[in-house]
């Protein structure tokens, strides 16, 4: 049954916004020195006629989406393709309801669609994971649009008072899961009162200077740090993320050591590993965590989880992980588009998922909702979110309820890119004592606070609908 409540998509308006990192971010294979960002206006319309627009945005992420040897120019090309698409399939084909529904039954149906479409004529398939990015920032801005509707935070709505289904009808529990989702909605799966200050996990690149030694005279001199123990320092940083290349095991376990070491004297508290995919053995894990806890306890102690060591297409690389998860908990990222896959990998022995919006809000939830009911650990990922995709990324791991705050990295590798947005909300931009402020995020939606930045926009690249 509908209720009045419910929003159709009625326009939308896209653009595209370059960023230029200050020095490359090296992770897995690859390394970045430029992404674009997807920004799009969407306007929905209610039952009774009421309208309002919401704002999405997320970096189109060509190397972490797409590990391929095409150049960066032809996939960023065909995801902007993808992306231009999607903005005409949103205001045509999208459903009504409440934006989660929407979300959901958009994925099921003219997303896969539209991607399969996409890879016709091409010797090289663009990964499902790339289509969800595109898609993240169309199904953000409909949250988004839906809060400034009904003048609520847009959280404040995943609940029976706002939803026509409850979660069993996005979700089934893992099999002998004596749990059910039915007469349940994401508001009792996330945190009653989320905290307005968080922890933020700074992320140490493969390629990032740890001490002066590693310098090359390259760097940028500006009034950002550069080597690690300055960041530490400056930000008053609590916990590392340390990015590993995965198949060079003396080299990346010296990394652990030396970043922890850094850490250890600058009163950081945390540690984390992330392989991005590129391990092929579990044993190259077990492997390096028994010889960090065996030569540095204090280290192994403090690193408090592993994110995706293993190749993300999980249904085609089926690799048993309970041995890793036994060490440490082993989180997914790149792994988790979905519940099914998220399903699939603690069958497998993942005990954690990293979440991201930019795999879409409507999935975000979804999968925060399963993994909370089968007992898995959450944490929240940056995809270098600058300029608006910050905002919900903030409000997701504050309100999904993660074991320790969430990665925030952008202000590393384009600190000055979101200068508009940090003018409003100077606390979410800026690490402050290790952790970010939402305090200014108030408001409906996601609090934005769109009319008060003036960031001008280059011009839209479609126009689709009443916008």
């Not at 934006?99 to 994925?107: M, S, V």
């Not at 009904?150 to 004596?178: C, I, K, S």
């Not at 080299?251 to 590129?278: H, K, P, S």
């Not at 588009?337 to 939830?365: E, M, P, Y």
Request: charged letters at 20%; proline letters at 5%.
């Amino acid at each position: 049954m509908s209720k009045l409540t419910d929003i159709r998509v009625r326009g939308v308006r896209l653009h595209f916004l370059p960023v230029q990192t200050r020095m490359p971010y090296k992770f897995g294979s690859e390394s970045q020195s430029r992404v674009t960002c997807a920004r799009c206006e969407v306007r929905v319309v209610s039952a009774d006629g009421s309208s309002a627009t919401g704002w999405g945005e997320t970096p189109l992420s060509v190397g972490w989406v797409w590990p391929s040897s095409l150049s960066y120019n032809e996939r960023l090309g065909r995801l902007q393709d993808f992306c231009r698409g999607l903005a005409t399939a949103w205001c045509g084909e999208a459903g009504s309801g409440h934006p989660i529904e929407i979300g959901y039954d958009f994925q099921e149906g003219p997303l896969r669609r539209l991607w399969q479409q996409a890879n016709v004529g091409f010797a090289e398939t663009m990964p499902w994971l790339a289509a969800l990015v595109c898609c993240s920032a169309f199904d953000i801005a409909v949250h988004d649009a839906y809060g400034i509707l009904h003048d609520l935070p847009v959280y404040q709505t995943y609940n029976r008072g706002f939803m026509n289904r409850d979660l069993a009808a996005f979700l089934t529990p893992a099999g002998g899961h004596e749990g059910g989702f039915a007469g349940r909605y994401p508001c009792d799966y996330l945190v009653a009162d989320p905290p307005r200050r968080i922890r933020a996990w700074h992320s140490v690149g493969i390629g990032d200077a740890l001490t002066e030694d590693d310098l090359t005279g390259d760097e940028p001199s500006d009034r950002y740090p550069v080597v690690l123990g300055d960041w530490i320092a400056r930000d008053g940083l609590k916990c590392l993320k340390i990015k590993l290349r995965g198949f060079d095991y003396e080299t990346d376990y010296q990394r652990i050591v030396r970043c922890g070491e850094i850490g250890l004297a600058g009163g950081v508290e945390w540690l984390t590993t992330d392989f991005n995919c590129t391990v092929g053995d579990p044993a190259y894990v077990n492997g390096m965590l028994d010889q960090l806890r065996d030569e540095h306890p204090r280290l192994y102690g403090m690193l408090l989880y592993v994110e995706q060591p293993f190749a993300y297409e999980l249904e085609e690389h089926r690799i048993d992980v309970h041995g890793v998860a036994a060490r440490k908990p082993l989180f997914m990222d790149e792994s988790a588009h979905n519940w099914r896959l998220i399903r699939l990998g603690r069958d497998l022995g993942w005990t954690g998922v990293a979440l991201k919006t930019c795999k879409t809000q409507s999935g975000a939830i979804l999968s925060a909702c399963w993994a909370r009911e089968h007992g898995m650990g959450l944490m929240v990922q940056d995809l270098c979110n600058p300029m608006l995709a910050q905002i919900p990324h903030l409000h997701l791991a504050a309100n999904a309820g993660t074991i320790m705050g969430l990665e925030s990295n952008a202000m590393q590798f384009y600190p000055d890119a979101s200068s508009y947005e940090s003018a409003i909300h100077p606390g979410a931009y800026r690490r402050m004592d290790g952790c970010l402020d939402l305090a200014t995020l108030g408001g409906p939606g996601f609090g934005y606070r769109i009319d008060e930045i003036e960031r001008p926009l280059p011009e839209a690249v479609v126009v689709a609908g009443e916008i």
